[in-house]
């Protein structure tokens, strides 16, 4: 499905063109945004996932593979921004669920399934000695950092430039209108001194510093293990609690990157892949924080949710971590993950362009510039619109990677053949578009 390509004066002719091109090849997705169009705003109803001229139309999807409305076919480099780590209707986890359909799924009361997910979380994750589970990861981020406000008896809450924790809890430079009310405290990422100075200087009103090891959604760009210490350190000093955000990157190693880096926050906040692939979201830690829920006391906190333990989330998490994404299938496929950065970082500097991939592991993302990046900030002057038509060309090759932002994200059915193609469409890309790279 190559789309026709002319020899572009600029980068923006080149998106026209890309974009023109795309919108001849998907009359059917136009057809799908045009009619939603009349009942949600815009066609859409999730931001993120939405791209100018209009957004794809899925109809299925099978292993890695994705079919649109027009007849075509992708490999999903995007596993649904993580979650789809076990692709598209993993056999076990059908199985599963299928099994659950025929016991009833509105049962309203507990079953064994919530101790039992918890139980695979708890050896899983150092810091999580209780958990309890919600419907999202912005969710597992808003208790923990409403226990840890309520626990410290402190207002404010710390987080890092540009960097995001769900629909009502951004850090960006423009302030996100929707974000929940808190007094915050920014920072800036891997700013070690200045962090530190931020916290002493704000400790008295910090209940919690938040924060990911990676930033998924923000680039796959790593704090450095130097930067977590001193959060750790300062953070226990001032009895501040370490919330980590592992929502996204609890898929790195068996146990997240808390177990990678040695770094054991207080609370963690867990989501996406973890329900197996249904709508899914944990927060758990410390006995003494988590323990403040326990419903036999008389003083508990209130935690509800309707469908926190609902029964096809909680059974295809049980198969999928304790079948599927076992400890050693996570580490394969981190390692297939690094392996892939690495050949694709290959073919940037053969090429001698200023475009590269970071991340860790399964998770990793296309920056088109040159230089280290430690910090959103870093990224301001990087080419979006270079990275955008490497979205459409890519596309037309058959390949689906996240728009805008570049963000790949493994899963299990991709094979080594997939990655081959994937090395081969940028390579592709590059030779194509060598005269737009600065
Ligand atoms: C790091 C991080 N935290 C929280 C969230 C919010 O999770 P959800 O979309 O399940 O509410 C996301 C979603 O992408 C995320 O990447």
Redesign the pocket.
């Known amino acids: 499905m190559t789309a026709a390509r002319s020899i572009n004066a600029d980068v923006a002719e080149a998106l026209e063109e890309a974009k023109a091109n795309y919108a001849k090849v998907n009359p059917k997705s136009r057809g799908v945004h045009q009619k939603a169009v009349a009942s949600l705003p815009g066609g859409n109803t999730r931001t993120g996932i939405f791209f100018d001229p209009f957004p794809i139309a899925w109809e299925r999807g099978e292993g890695a593979r994705l079919f649109d409305a027009d007849g075509h076919d992708y490999i999903d480099f995007i596993s649904e ?1 993580t979650a789809g780590i076990y692709g598209h209707s993993h056999p076990e986890i059908r199985k599963t669920v299928e099994k659950r359909l025929a016991l009833g799924w509105n049962l309203g009361g507990h079953t064994a399934l919530e101790g039992e997910l918890a139980e695979i979380l708890i050896d899983r994750f150092p810091s999580i000695e209780r958990v309890r589970f919600v419907n ?3 969710e597992a ?1 808003m208790f923990n950092l409403q226990i840890a406000r309520i626990a410290t008896q402190r207002p404010a809450v710390m987080g890092f430039n540009g960097c ?4 009502f809890l951004t850090f960006t430079a423009k302030t996100n209108p929707l974000n929940v009310p808190f007094e915050t405290v920014v920072g800036t990422y891997n700013d070690v001194e200045g962090t530190r100075a931020l916290i002493q200087k704000n400790a008295g009103r910090i209940a919690a510093v938040i924060l ?1 090891a990676m930033m ?2 923000g680039g796959c760009i790593s704090a450095s293990l130097e930067f977590l210490k001193m959060l750790r350190e300062e953070t226990k000093k001032h009895g501040i609690i370490l919330i980590l ?1 592992e ?2 990157s609890s898929r790195l190693s068996p146990g997240g990157l808390q177990q990678l880096t040695g770094v054991i926050p207080d609370l963690t906040s867990l ?2 892949y973890i329900g197996g692939g249904f709508s899914a ?1 944990a927060f758990g830690g410390r006995a003494d924080l988590m323990d403040l829920f326990d419903p036999r006391k008389s003083d508990h906190l209130p935690h509800s949710g309707t469908y926190n333990n609902n029964v096809f989330t909680l059974s295809a998490g049980i198969t999928g971590l304790g079948k599927v994404y076992t400890k050693e299938a996570a580490k394969d496929l981190n390692a297939r993950g690094d392996g892939l950065r690495k050949r694709l970082n290959a073919v940037c500097e053969r090429a001698g362009v200023g475009m590269q991939y970071i991340g860790i592991g399964s998770m990793l993302c296309v920056h088109m510039q040159r230089g280290e990046i430690r910090r959103p900030e870093d990224t301001v002057n990087g080419n979006a619109k270079l990275r955008e038509l490497y979205f459409f060309d890519l596309l037309a090759q058959g390949i689906h990677v996240m728009p805008k932002r570049g963000l790949i994200a493994l899963s299990l059915p991709l094979t080594d053949r997939d990655f081959d193609t994937l090395v081969a469409g940028v390579e592709e890309f590059i030779s194509a578009r060598r005269s737009l790279f600065d």
């Open positions: 921004a999202s990861g912005t981020n995001y924790h769900g629909g990911e998924g959604g955000d929502v996204m989501g996406k979201g």
